[in-house]
Structures are given as structure tokens and as C-alpha cells.
């Protein structure tokens, strides 16, 4: 069965340090793969998302996440947050012909000053 | 501004009672999801509709129904409401006319208390 991992519940980072988060996938053939980023109070917001070709996916707000199929991983990274980063982050992947997503249980980021 | 639109945003009821939930996807989107999201639980898909008919369902109670309008609008009816069903309920769309997508585009959500 497909299933999504996100092993850090809360990441804390300094302002202007990277970071990165991480996201593991079981799924038996090539997966759809997606962030969202979820403010407080707000709805998710699609961040990036990979289907294909280039590994390395670039998404808006600086963020950017490569795929390893080797790792079955797709970690979101950024090289300089800013403190409107806090958030809450979801991967999450599709597969199969029921056009869902499985979902992550999300990294909260706390951004310190 | 995602195009999802969901009312309304907040809604405090008591228990036993019921309320309905709407939500109008992106123009053009044929697909509708329903999560509840609450603190203990994370994000839990509820139900799909695809143009007005079922598609799949999820963790969703038999207390809880929606359906999907010829508008393509959809509605979430949660009935005798208990303390444990306070929570975010989302709306996602997906999938324009052109073919099938696993991209949603989720709407701003539906703060639900019971108290």
C-alpha cells in the first residue's frame, strides 16, 4: 500500500539558515509527488510537485525538492528561510487510477529570530 | 487565491445538530475532494466527487454525507454533530476538462465547532 512518512514533527531554523525537510514514500512504480505548505490559518498551498524527467524541481517561494527513487525520498529544501516560512509543510503522493493523494502527517516549521 | 472557494468560513453549532458545508472548485475543475483536518487526526480525506458522481471515499462517518451539484458546486452535510468532529474541513478541486490530474488546489476551509 502506498504510504507517505514526514519523520520531523517540528523543525526549528534560524532565520537565513537552510533547510531541509524530509519526505519518504512507499509506492511500487514511479509516484506523483508533491509539497504543500499550510500558513496558519490558511488552506494548503501547492509548493511543487514531480511527475517526471529532471529530479531536481524547482517551486515558488525558493523552495526546491529533489527526487530519489534509490531513497524512495523527496525532500523539500530551501537555502535561506525567512520567518514567513513558518508553516506547516505536507508531502504527499499519488499513484494508481483513483487520482488521490496519500498524505504525510505534515513538519510544522518554526522559524527562530 | 487558489480559485477554491469554501462558506462559510466559520461555524459554531452544538451537538446533536446538523450543518451543511459548501464549496465551489476552480473553474473548469470537474473533481472535488473533502479532508477534515483536525489536531489528533492530521489531514483525513473524507470523499471525491468527480462531475456529480462518487468516486472514492475515505475515512468519512456515516454521520457525515456530501454530494456534487450539476454546477459542479459540492456540499458537505455532517448530521448529529459530537464534540470530536470540531475541526478544519477542506475543499480541494481538481482535474479541468482535458483529462485527469492528481494536482489539488485546495480552498481557504470551513472552521467547524461544536460545542
Known amino acids: 500500500a502506498q504510504s507517505v512518512t514526514q519523520p520531523d514533527i517540528h523543525i526549528t531554523v534560524s532565520e537565513g539558515a537552510s533547510l531541509e525537510l524530509r519526505c519518504n514514500y512507499s509506492y511500487g512504480a514511479t509516484p506523483y509527488l508533491f509539497w504543500y505548505v499550510q500558513s496558519p490559518g490558511q488552506g494548503l498551498q501547492l509548493l511543487l510537485k514531480y511527475f517526471s524527467g529532471d529530479t531536481l524541481v524547482q517551486g515558488i517561494k525558493g523552495f526546491e525538492a529533489e527526487f530519489k527513487r534509490s531513497q524512495s525520498s523527496f525532500n523539500l529544501r530551501k537555502p535561506s528561510v525567512h520567518w514567513s516560512d513558518a508553516a506547516e509543510y505536507f508531502c504527499a503522493v499519488g499513484g494508481g487510477s483513483n487520482y488521490q493523494l496519500i498524505w504525510g502527517a505534515g513538519t510544522k516549521l518554526i522559524i527562530k529570530p | 487565491d487558489s480559485g477554491v472557494t469554501q462558506t462559510p468560513k466559520h461555524l459554531i453549532t452544538a451537538t446533536g445538530q446538523r450543518v451543511t458545508l459548501r464549496c465551489s472548485p476552480r473553474?473548469?475543475?470537474?473533481?472535488v475532494y473533502w479532508y477534515q483536518q483536525s489536531l489528533d487526526q492530521g489531514l483525513q480525506f473524507l470523499i471525491q466527487y468527480y462531475n456529480g458522481e462518487e468516486r472514492a471515499k475515505g475515512n468519512i462517518l456515516e454521520r457525515f454525507s456530501a454530494q456534487q451539484f450539476p454546477d459542479l458546486h459540492s456540499e458537505l452535510n455532517l448530521s448529529s454533530l459530537e464534540l470530536g468532529d470540531s475541526a478544519l474541513y477542506f475543499c480541494?478541486?481538481?482535474?479541468?476538462?482535458?483529462?485527469?490530474?492528481?494536482?489539488?488546489?485546495f480552498g481557504p476551509g470551513t472552521r467547524l465547532t461544536v460545542t
Open positions: 480541494a478541486s481538481s482535474v479541468g476538462p482535458s483529462g485527469f490530474s492528481y494536482e489539488q488546489y
Open positions: 473553474s473548469g475543475d470537474l473533481s
